[in-house]
């Protein structure tokens, strides 16, 4: 039986989002193909994982090692190509992220299959493979097919699927996999997590986003926003206008050259909705815009909109929410 390959991401104990964003687009091209969906999982202690995965995938493949518990690219490398000479799945499918950037070329290289780096959409045409791909900072969409081959590579970007469990779960098999590595890695060694430093925050991680653009006018301004979001226990994001002007860090960015977020409540406030800057955002659980101009291109990206000035919305809804939350108390 052919099978598609999702290798799961897993960092400081937690699957990452972006592995069941892939389950859910590997799924349906399984279904297409009349194939398996195999999760592939490396790591140390990591059968907890395996357990959630099988909801997702008919076949979790599970190695673990200790020279697994945190992501060495040779030894994944080692480990991956074992299995895939083995298996000769028809389609792997990894992460555009720090992981999947360092390892897919060169496993792609070592297995010689056609390899396609941040896809944001994929399908089968018969035996050949089509992947969708945006260039000149996403104003383009190119489409292109690779060549037939007996298996195929992809990286994915981070939130291009939203993540959608199977109609029933597919209670799936663990299959236990013996570690191929017989020595330890030494031409790489891990270090630490590098986390951001105090005060900093992750806007990736967060649930709760409000973003500002220009509508804010000013720097002495910020502050009215960002008491709003503590107010709801979020955090301040903002376009990239505002980090040029030097009001916010470039962490805060969300964007094509800022960062991927996919939070359960994002709120725009005077964000215009440039395409750098939606395609960060756009698949936010709920999206609610704040623009006094009726024509700006975010509302076609909002679950609500308010055409007014932010500043005549976002006084007396923080004061309403401190109001209901004192309440409570």
Known sequence: MAEIFVLAEHRQGQLRDITFEMLTKARELAEKTNADLTAVLLGKNVREHAKNLVEYAKRVLLVEDDKLEHFNSDAYQKVLSHIFKE?????????????????????????????????????????????????????????AVLRKAEGYMVTV????????????????????????????????????????????????????????????KDQSNIPIVEELAKSIGGVLACSRPIVDKGWLPSDRQVGISGKTVKPKLYIALGISGAFQHVLGMKNSDLIIAVNKDPK??????????????????????????????????
Request: hydrophobic share 40%; net charge neutral.
């Open 87 to 143: 298996r000769k799945p028809i389609l792997t499918v990894i992460g555009h992220t720090s992981y999947g950037v360092e390892l897919a070329p060169r496993l792609a290289a070592a297995l010689n299959v056609p390899l396609a780096t941040d896809c944001i959409d994929l399908a089968f045409e018969g035996d050949a493979l089509t992947v969708t791909r945006q260039m000149y900072g996403g104003k383009v969409n190119v489409k």
């Open 157 to 216: 970007r981070q939130a291009a699927f939203q993540v959608q469990k199977p109609p029933t779960p597919s209670n799936g098999e663990i299959e236990e996999i013996p570690s191929p590595l017989t020595e330890e890695i030494t031409t790489k060694r891990f270090l630490q997590y590098v986390l951001p430093p105090p005060g900093g925050v992750d806007i990736t991680a967060a649930e709760v986003l409000v973003g500002i653009g220009r509508g804010i």
């Open 296 to 329: 700006a291109p975010i509302f076609s990206f909002s679950d609500y909109g308010i055409v007014e000035d932010l500043f005549k919305i976002v006084p007396p809804l923080r004061n309403k929410i401190n109001e209901l939350k004192a309440q409570k108390t």
